[in-house]
Structures are given as structure tokens and as C-alpha cells.
């Protein structure tokens, strides 16, 4: 049975730093495209950060560019979101999601960040 554990959210201050971390269980990571999700209340699920199965770059929405970066460990199975200098529009759950094919996909449960002084 496929799970993904989201965890690391929380509340944070403007300006201060999170990590995401979406601990995958049934699957290896380093055979699917992973990215990072969310969703903030009353809005559209939109992408945040992605990571090819192999090979090729990362790539982020434009909001977040040069404030997270998406890693993978193969060993731990697991892949990360590190956030830095978060804003308080970056309040949202996170979601985690593992794609094989159009067919073959998966999400984590997600994980709240609250952004708030």
C-alpha cells in the first residue's frame, strides 16, 4: 500500500524558515516525479515545486522561486521542502504527490503552514 507522510508544517513568522519533508512508503521515489502542492482556504490547489524521476531539472511556481527548493533522498525515501523567507501569503496546506503516469498517481494527507506574526 502506497503512503506519503507529509510533516514539518507549522507555524512560522514572516521572514523565518520551514522544511517540509514527505516521507514516501510502497514506492521509491526515484522512480516518480515528485512535487509539492497547495492550497490555500478558498483557492485552487496550485503547483509549488517539482522534481523529475531522473535526470532533468526542478522547477518551482514563480511566487516561490529563489525561496524554496525541492531535494530528494533515495535513501530515506523522501523527498523535502525547504522554505526560506516565507510570506504570509504563503499560508497553506502542503501536499506531497508522487506521479508515475497520468494513470498512476498518488497524494500525501497534507500538512498546515502558517505564515503569522
Known amino acids: 500500500q502506497v503512503q506519503l507522510v507529509e510533516s514539518g508544517g507549522g507555524l512560522v513568522q514572516p521572514g523565518g524558515s520551514l522544511r517540509l519533508s514527505c516521507a514516501a512508503s510502497?514506492?521509491?521515489?526515484?522512480?516518480?516525479?515528485m512535487s509539492w502542492y497547495r492550497q490555500a482556504p478558498g483557492k485552487e490547489r496550485e503547483l509549488v515545486a517539482g522534481?523529475?524521476?531522473?535526470?532533468?531539472?526542478?522547477n518551482y511556481a514563480e511566487s516561490v522561486k529563489g525561496r524554496f527548493t525541492i531535494s530528494r533522498d533515495n535513501y530515506k525515501n523522501t523527498v523535502y521542502l525547504q522554505m526560506n523567507s516565507l510570506k504570509p501569503e504563503d499560508t497553506a496546506v502542503y501536499y506531497c504527490?508522487?506521479?508515475?503516469?497520468?494513470?498512476?498517481?498518488?497524494w500525501g494527507q497534507g500538512t498546515q503552514v502558517t505564515v503569522s506574526s
Open positions: 504527490k508522487a506521479v508515475r503516469s497520468y494513470l498512476s498517481y498518488y
Open positions: 522534481i523529475p524521476s531522473a535526470g532533468g531539472s526542478t
Open positions: 510502497g514506492l521509491l521515489v526515484s522512480g516518480y516525479a
